[in-house]
């Protein structure tokens, strides 16, 4: 993979209050239209031009650019290891990061991000657009400009924001906590089982009780490597015993994230509940996770679900899709024991998941 790099300096020549490392990896933020009313990335040696207002701002702005965007539906685990790379050589000399992304699936790259950057104690902000940045009424440069005061801000002389977020449509919120829930209008993402870490609008409303407050004395470490022998399961009425099974006898398969009905329900008939059995017996991790955009998987609370508790799966309390299947990822990754897996994902990790349910 390789990488176009650009300074830009809207400071000069006075010194600049931050440094802020832009990383863009493709998307709708970073197109124009053509002569051929054709989308196509446009050069980032460009950005003044297109986004003026950032001329405004006293900063060091230095964007890395894949070579060859990559459209979001694309996007692999080894894509997100490079993100996290980027950001662990850049990590000392810059004050906060900006990742610039398709929507399609940001909060999976965002919620991976979130588990991989151990430590962190800087911000990285996840953003993109609906539109792109040369249409009239795209929302791409709000979107990139509060990203970029919010990667800047401090209080007391610490980042405001020490975690991985995604902000969109005047929302900053917690990457793990998000989901992608429209694909026609601006307010694409909704975090439905946490509050919104802040709200911009004539200045940015920072709700500090819910931004991740870290110990100072943490080290900054980056996982690199990801397991990709995890896979969703998504139930729907007429699910059979040969569907399960051509997946539970996957070779390598490591885990599971079974998306239930409701409050993490499931069918309670044998030819259900034993290939999902037999797989655990063989080592296999399931984790119940519910369908619904909001609320909570309450485990053994009707009988369609305690089943489930007694054959070994694992309630997935609050997470959303998203977050669980990347921690697997990422737990899988460090090569530890299955039961320190079994630990660490009902645990939260990065406030993916409430402690207490």
Request: charged share 25%; aromatic share 8%.
């Amino acid at each position: 993979m390789t990488f176009k790099k650009l300074k830009i300096n809207t400071a000069a020549p006075a010194k600049p209050e931050a440094s802020i490392l832009i990383i863009y990896t493709g998307g709708t933020m970073g197109m124009i239209m053509d002569q051929n009313k054709a989308l196509v990335p446009f050069d980032f040696e460009m950005i003044l031009s297109q986004i003026p207002t950032l001329k405004s701002f006293n900063l060091e702005l230095n964007v890395i650019a894949f070579e060859k965007p990559i459209d979001s539906s694309s996007i692999l685990p080894y894509h997100w290891s490079l993100i996290a790379q980027i950001i662990e050589e850049g990590y000392e000399e810059h004050d906060g990061f900006i990742v610039l992304h398709g929507t399609d699936t940001m909060a999976y790259s965002a919620s991976a991000l979130s588990f991989m950057l151990e430590g962190l104690q800087k911000p990285v902000i996840f953003t993109g657009a609906q539109l792109p940045v040369s249409s009239p009424r795209s929302d791409a440069q709000e979107n990139l400009i509060t990203s970029i005061e919010v990667a800047a801000a401090k209080r007391n002389g610490k980042p405001i924001v020490q975690e991985v977020c995604i902000y969109f449509d005047y929302l900053l919120l917690r990457a793990n906590r998000s989901k992608k829930v429209e694909s026609q209008n601006f307010d694409a993402f909704r975090s439905e089982n946490y509050p919104p870490l802040a709200e911009a609008g004539i200045h940015i409303d920072y709700r500090y009780n819910y931004i991740l407050q870290k110990e100072p004395k943490e080290k900054f470490t980056v996982s690199k490597k990801l397991s990709d022998e995890v896979m969703i399961l998504k139930l729907f009425p007429g699910i059979n015993r040969k569907m399960i099974e051509s997946i539970t006898s996957i070779e390598g398969l490591k885990g599971i994230v079974l998306e239930t009905f409701g409050s993490g329900n499931a069918p309670i008939e044998p030819d259900f509940i034993n290939p999902l059995k037999e797989a655990i017996e063989k080592g296999i991790i399931v984790v119940n996770i519910s369908q619904c955009v909001g609320g909570k998987v309450m485990q053994g609370t009707y009988e369609t679900s305690r089943l489930l508790s007694e054959i070994g799966v694992i309630g997935g309390k609050d997470m959303t899709t998203e977050a669980a299947i990347t921690k697997l990822m990422y737990l899988f990754g460090k090569e530890i024991t299955i039961e320190k897996v079994k630990k660490s994902i009902v645990s939260s990790l990065r406030g993916e998941m409430e402690d207490r349910i």
